[in-house]
C-alpha cells in the first residue's frame, strides 16, 4: 500500500493544451465530419428524435469513445446519439411530416404533442413527497425518501456534459438558474439535516453536479462541512464526468479547486463517495479517465459505479463481467445493476425482468468476490427498490424471488416475496403476486396505513 503524502495529492500538470469543452447538439448532426459516413436518410431520422428528445454530446465524446468504423452497433453511439428506434412509428411519421411541411407552428404543436404523449416523468417528479422545515418551508430542491439518505439538487447542476439516450430527465435540463441560489439553498439543506439526525448520507445529485464549476459546488460542501452535522457521515456525488468529461479531474481551469474540496471532505473524516454512471466498459478505457480516477482516489474519496441494464447498449452479460473486472481493477466499487424505467423510450432500451436476472447472474459468476458489491438488477418502483433475486421452483410452480432493497416503509428493507414466472413482464406494475395472493405485502401494508402511493423518481445517474 503506498502511503499518501498530502503533499503529493495535488494533481498532474495539465497536459500543455488542455482540451477545452465543446458541445455538441442537434444542428450539429449535418456538421460533425463523422457522421459523414451515414445514410441521409438515418441523419434526417436522427434529426427527427432529436427535435423531440434531448440531444447532447460533446467532443470528448465523439473522439474517444466511438468506434466510428462501426458507429451504428457500437454502445456509446446508441448511448449518446438519437436512435430512430427511439419514437414510436406513429410519433415519427408525424414529427417527419410536420418537418416537411415547413410550417413551424404545426411543427412545435406536433413536438409538444408527442412530448405530452411520451409520459416524461411527472412533472412533479422532485415536487412529490417534497421534505419541509419544522417551520413548514417547502425545500423543492430535496428529496427524503429513506431514512438515511438525502437526496439534494443543486439548482445549478440539472444538466450533464452529454445526455444518455435513454434519460428523460429532460424536463429538468431546461432551466439552469443563476449562482445566486446556492447559499440559500444551502442553508435550507443544512437546517433539514439539522431537523434529521437520522441522516447519514447527503447525496448531491442532479443532472450531474460536476457541471457546476468548483466554486459553486464547494459553496454547497464547505457549508455542510462548517455545519459540522453530528450524524453526517457520508457525502455521495451522483455523476458521470468520469465518462463524459473526463478531463474535469485532470485539466480543466478549477481541476485543483475541485480536487482540493474533495480532499476537505475526505480530511473531515467524512466518506466521500463519487457515485459514478458508467454504463460500459468502453467509458474507462481511455488515459485520461484513467488519470481521473487516479487524481480522485488520491483525495481519498471512493469510487462506487452504477448503471442501468439496456437493450442495445450493454444487455450481454460479457458487456457486465467486462466493466466489473476493469472496475475493480481500477479501483472502483460496484454498487448497482438498475433496471429501465417504464417511461419514454422504454419499449426501445427494456430488458425484461427475468433476461435481466440471467445477464446479472450469468455475468457476477465470472467474477471475484470483489466485483459482486454489484446489487440488482434492481427496479426503483413506487414502493421502493426491488431487487430481483432470482428464479426459483417452490412446490412444482416457477416463481421469481424479489427483495425490498429500500422501501416507503423503512420496515420493509429486505423482505422477500414472491411474483408469479413471467418472462415478458418489463416492471413492477406487469407482475402478479405468486401462489394466489392477491396483493404484494407492501400493497396490503400500503392500504392499511391510507397510503395510496406516489409517483417515483428514478434516480438515472445518481
Ligand atoms: C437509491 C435511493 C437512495 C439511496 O439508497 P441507498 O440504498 O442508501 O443507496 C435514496 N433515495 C432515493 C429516492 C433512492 O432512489
Ligand atoms: S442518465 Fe445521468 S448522465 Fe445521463 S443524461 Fe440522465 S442525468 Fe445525465
Redo the contacts with the bound molecule.
Keep these: 500500500m503506498t502511503k499518501r503524502n498530502p503533499q503529493t495529492l495535488i494533481p498532474v500538470p495539465a497536459a500543455a493544451s488542455p482540451p477545452a469543452f465543446r458541445s455538441y447538439g442537434r444542428t450539429d448532426l449535418r456538421r460533425l465530419p463523422q457522421l459523414k459516413q451515414l445514410s441521409r436518410d438515418r441523419l434526417q431520422a436522427m434529426d427527427i428524435v432529436a427535435r423531440v428528445l434531448p440531444f447532447k454530446v460533446n467532443n470528448y465524446v465523439v473522439e474517444n469513445l466511438i468506434d466510428w468504423t462501426r458507429a451504428l452497433d457500437d454502445p456509446i453511439f446508441r448511448l449518446t446519439f438519437p436512435q430512430p428506434g427511439m419514437l414510436r412509428t406513429d410519433h415519427f411519421n408525424e414529427v417527419a411530416g410536420a418537418v416537411r411541411s415547413g410550417d413551424r407552428e404545426h411543427l412545435l404543436a406536433t413536438i409538444h404533442a408527442v412530448r405530452e404523449e411520451l409520459n416524461p416523468h411527472p412533472a412533479g417528479q422532485k415536487d412529490q413527497n417534497v421534505p419541509q422545515l419544522s417551520d413548514g418551508t417547502p425545500l423543492p430542491g430535496m428529496q427524503h425518501k429513506y431514512t438515511q439518505t438525502v437526496l439534494f439538487f443543486p439548482s445549478q447542476g440539472q444538466t450533464?456534459h452529454?445526455?444518455?439516450t435513454?434519460?428523460f430527465?429532460w424536463p429538468q435540463f431546461v432551466a439552469i438558474k443563476s449562482g445566486r441560489f446556492a447559499m440559500r439553498e444551502a442553508t435550507l439543506l443544512i437546517r433539514y439535516l439539522r431537523e434529521h439526525p437520522e441522516v447519514t448520507d447527503l447525496l448531491i445529485t442532479?443532472?450531474?453536479p460536476l457541471i457546476m464549476r468548483a466554486k459553486i459546488l464547494s459553496a454547497y460542501v464547505d457549508a455542510v462541512l462548517k455545519a459540522d452535522l453530528p450524524g453526517l457521515q457520508t457525502i455521495r456525488i451522483g455523476t458521470?464526468a468520469l465518462s463524459?468529461w473526463p478531463h474535469r479531474f485532470v485539466s480543466d481551469p478549477d481541476t485543483p479547486e475541485l480536487l482540493q474540496m474533495m480532499r476537505r471532505v475526505t480530511e473531515r473524516g467524512l466518506h466521500l463517495a463519487l457515485m459514478a454512471?458508467v454504463n460500459h466498459v468502453n467509458e474507462l478505457q481511455t488515459g485520461v479517465a484513467e488519470q481521473a480516477l487516479r487524481n480522485i482516489r488520491a483525495t481519498g474519496a471512493e469510487v462506487r459505479s452504477q448503471s442501468p441494464l439496456m437493450r442495445r447498449i450493454n444487455d450481454a452479460p460479457e458487456d457486465w463481467t467486462t466493466l466489473w473486472q476493469r472496475q475493480v481493477r481500477l479501483g472502483m466499487v460496484p454498487y448497482y445493476m438498475f433496471l429501465a424505467r417504464d417511461t419514454g423510450a422504454q419499449h426501445h432500451f427494456a430488458v425484461p425482468l427475468v433476461r435481466a436476472w440471467e445477464i446479472y447472474s450469468e455475468a457476477i459468476r465470472k467474477t471475484s468476490g470483489l466485483a459482486r458489491t454489484a446489487r440488482g438488477p434492481s427496479m426503483s418502483s413506487a414502493p421502493g427498490k426491488i431487487e430481483i433475486s432470482g428464479v426459483a421452483r417452490v412446490r412444482d410452480q416457477r416463481v421469481l424471488v424479489l427483495r425490498m432493497l429500500q422501501g416507503r416503509n423503512p420496515d420493509w428493507a429486505y423482505r422477500p416475496f414472491f411474483a408469479e414466472y413471467d418472462e415478458r413482464a418489463l416492471w413492477l406494475d406487469d407482475l402478479r403476486p405468486a401462489f394466489g395472493e392477491r396483493e404484494f405485502f407492501f400493497e396490503r401494508e400500503a392500504v392499511a396505513a391510507g397510503d395510496e402511493g406516489d409517483e417515483f423518481e428514478a434516480v438515472?445517474?445518481?
Excluded: E, Q
Design positions: 450533464c452529454a445526455y444518455c435513454f434519460c430527465r442532479g443532472g450531474d458521470k463524459y454512471h438515472a445517474a445518481a
